[in-house]
């Protein structure tokens, strides 16, 4: 298993759990971006930079996913299309997609994404907080602990 992360746009405080949890539990986690992510050295994390380019980042992630691993990402095409494989995907506020909800939330996503095209003020999203950051580590550690138990 693999936790792959969407990074360039992970709050920070999300990638030192992640960190946390890799080595912990000695996990493989991978960081995408299209710059270069700075990481702790350790035989279980490493970073993978790609081109500069819209979607670059998520399709990387896409193709190399597999089934059973874990994609973090707020991005909601990007977890449609990782769980179409047969993967998970969390998102950085502790929200776990399943086939059960991704469906609804990606057409949401587009209904709002049309209103703001039509030139709806939408708002974005709520600052991050500390409980988001809470909800995040429960739902990660919920997550290893039946995906992938204690080495």
């Known amino acids: 298993m693999h936790i792959w992360v969407d990074a360039d746009a992970c709050p920070g405080v999300i990638k ?8 912990r539990r000695q996990i493989a986690l991978v960081l995408v971006a299209n710059q270069l992510i700075r990481h ?15 979607d670059v ?10 089934a059973g691993d874990l994609v973090i990402t707020a ?4 977890a449609a299309a990782v769980i ?6 969390l998102n950085p506020r502790g929200e776990l997609y399943g086939k059960e909800n991704i469906r609804q ?9 049309t209103l703001r095209s039509s030139g ?14 809470q909800n995040f580590a429960n739902q990660l550690d919920r997550f290893l602990a ?3 138990p204690q080495p």
């Open 16 to 23: 030192d759990i992640l960190f946390r949890a890799a080595e």
């Open 40 to 54: 702790p050295p350790s035989a279980w994390i490493r970073a993978v930079q790609v081109k500069k380019g819209f």
């Open 57 to 66: 980042a998520d399709q990387h992630i896409v193709d190399a996913a597999s």
């Open 75 to 78: 991005d909601i095409p990007l």
């Open 84 to 89: 179409d494989k047969g993967a998970h995907a």
């Open 105 to 113: 939330l990606l057409d949401m996503r587009n209904f709002m994404d």
């Open 120 to 133: 709806v003020d939408t708002g974005g999203p709520a600052a991050f907080s500390q409980s988001d950051r």
């Open 146 to 148: 039946k995906a992938a």
